[in-house]
Nanobody, 116 residues
């Protein structure tokens, strides 16, 4: 069974940076998109950034210019570089792989806390 394993979360001061990684433990066929979502306490899960198989990207307005999503297809890995972090970026971050063949896969979530 394929699993998505996330890493890179933690505690960082405002203005700092973190890099999240998400790797698939097995093969996922026909990936159409990879993405990162986040969920803050008391709020709904929201899309942070997404990259398609064609390389197109889209970002939530709140992170544009600060976050960058990238991927390594050979490693079935997606990354999220987060710069200029703000307290409002505090949330559990989840990676998502969408397969045109077998649907959605989700990571277990990694906590990102931005606080002084």
């Amino acid at each position: 069974q394929v699993q998505l394993v996330e890493s890179g979360g933690g505690l960082v001061q405002p203005g700092g940076s973190l890099r999240l990684s998400c790797a698939a433990s097995g093969s996922i066929f026909s990936i159409v998109a990879m993405g990162w979502y986040r969920q803050a306490p008391g709020k709904q899960r929201e899309l942070v950034a997404r990259i398609t198989s064609g390389g197109s990207t889209n970002y939530a307005d709140s992170v544009k210019g600060r976050f960058t999503i990238s991927r390594d297809n050979a490693k079935n890995t997606v990354y999220l570089q987060m710069n200029s972090l703000k307290p409002e970026d505090t949330a559990v971050y989840y990676c998502n792989f969408r397969s045109g063949w077998s649907g959605d896969y989700w990571g277990q979530g990694t906590q990102v806390t931005v606080s002084s």
